[in-house]
């Protein structure tokens, strides 16, 4: 079973260093590198507070990877940074929570080399059972205001349950600033589990005082991060730019997608797609591998009642921040912090439902050779394409740099872009985005596309 894991592991971290080195600048990201060539960091956040959502932590994150330097033969080795390190602290939020989540019984077969296999295989899982993997794990913008919010709420999660100390407030201080400073309603989803939890953990208690004293550091805590993350949401949301931003994603809704509705039907068939399925087989088979290998349980077990208050406060808050904004539900991304609440619900069920089963070993070698089998065909599918898009979109932004000021360099197309976002370049030498394609990377001629990306 270890070697198990550990291959299972090792394929997962190979998938993740291929599609991280893979990644290559979308819109918005020569966007965010054109301004910062032409403004400071301070500038930036001045900027954006008058005329856009302010997003500090968004700011921040990009300015590190495609800001510091203009060189853009640098920003391959930049972003497969700045996704190696978010995936890296992902990976150490998890062990360090599930740590904290779990008993060992026992302690002599406790493997610390082990656990972080685990935590990678985990993070697997919910890269299997993401919505729209492309936008949440291979385009930079997206990632940096969907993703790196949900890493901190693990860590925020691990320094809520942890035992306290003086340095936690400080900790939860940090979450704050990389949870409420990226994308709007992840901040209120975050609060509207809290919220709708303490409701219900409270509701039944005969003295609700005695009850708070009783975990009376658990909730002291709590309260701090709630009312912080609630204040910095509303100096964040409520700035002059971010009524700018709604009304030009209006506008911009209006002009492309005139007859947009809320697609209800739509929105849950994109939620429970088939290989969905595929996704929570691996999953289960990671849980019971853990509970085998490490004879754990779960320090606490939780009421089925608050699994499904979470999921619905999060579908809710999902809900309305995406017809208030985008007039419809089906935003694929906007839907990263439902499918990773329905990871740790799923996980819980899991857990809880397997902790005192017997399985037989017929049951656990047919669950490694399907998620042997399963790995090794998902690396061998897409570790080569990914690898074929990087150099080939390489090749051609090379080519491109060459040609003088004045010619129409001529491409007629770009490689199949498999797992991650790629240029949406047109025929129109004078599109904007093939304009700004060109000064983002130094084009100085003028760039044609016989064959665009048609997503």
């Given amino acids: 079973m270890p070697f198990v894991i550990i291959l299972a592991s090792v394929l997962s971290a190979l998938f993740f260093f291929v599609l991280f080195s893979s990644i290559r600048c979308e819109a918005d990201d020569w966007a965010a590198g054109i301004n910062f060539r032409t403004n400071s960091l301070l500038e930036t956040y001045k900027n954006t507070y008058w005329i856009d959502t302010l997003r500090p932590m968004s700011i921040l994150l990009s300015y590190l990877w495609v800001g510091v330097t203009s060189d853009v033969n640098y920003y391959p080795i930049t972003i497969l940074l700045l996704f190696v390190l978010v995936a890296g602290v992902f990976i150490f939020f998890i062990y360090k929570l599930l740590q904290e989540v779990f008993t060992f019984d026992k302690p002599s077969s406790f493997n610390k080399s082990i656990l972080v296999c685990f935590s990678l295989l985990l ?40 035992r306290y100390k003086k340095m936690d407030y400080l900790y ?21 589990v809290i919220v709708v939890c303490s409701f219900l953990f409270f509701y039944n208690k005969p003295n609700k005082h005695q009850a708070f004293i009783e975990y009376k550091a658990f909730f002291a805590k709590l ?22 931003r709604y009304n030009n994603t209006q506008q911009y809704v209006k002009v492309h997608s005139p007859e947009r509705s809320p697609e209800v039907l739509n929105t849950i068939k994109l939620l429970i797609k088939p290989y969905k399925l595929i996704a929570l087989a691996f999953l289960f088979l990671v849980w019971v591998f853990f509970v085998k290998t490490f004879s754990v349980q779960l320090k606490i077990n939780i009421h089925w009642k608050y699994l499904v208050a979470s999921l619905i406060a999060v579908t809710l808050t999902t809900s309305v921040f995406s017809v208030f904004c985008y007039n419809t539900l089906k935003i694929d991304r906007m839907w990263f912090v439902f499918d990773a609440t329905a990871f740790i619900l799923t996980s819980i069920m899991i857990v809880q439902f397997i902790s005192d089963k017997k399985l037989s070993y017929i049951f656990t070698y047919a669950g490694a050779i399907y998620m042997m089998c399963m790995m090794v065909f998902f690396d061998t599918r897409h570790i080569p394409a990914l690898y074929h898009f990087s150099i080939e979109h390489d090749k051609i932004i090379g080519y491109l740099q060459k040609q003088k000021e004045g010619e129409v360099a001529v491409v007629d197309s770009f490689p199949p872009h498999d797992l991650v976002t790629q240029a949406r370049l047109t025929s129109d030498p004078e599109d904007s985005f093939n304009v700004a394609f060109c000064n983002f990377y130094g084009i100085k001629a003028k760039v044609v596309v016989k064959h665009p990306y048609n997503e």
């Fill in 123 to 162: 993070l697997m899982s919910l890269y299997f059972m993401t919505t729209n993997r492309l936008e949440i794990f291979g385009w930079m913008s997206a990632s940096i205001n969907h993703l790196v919010p949900v890493v901190f709420v693990f860590l925020a999660a691990y320094i809520l349950l942890k």
């Fill in 172 to 192: 939860l201080s940090i979450c704050v600033f990389f949870i409420g400073g990226a994308a709007e309603h992840v901040t209120p989803s975050v609060i509207s």
């Fill in 223 to 244: 309260i701090f991060f709630s009312a912080l993350l609630s204040l910095f949401f509303l100096f964040t949301a409520i700035t002059p730019g971010a009524w700018i």
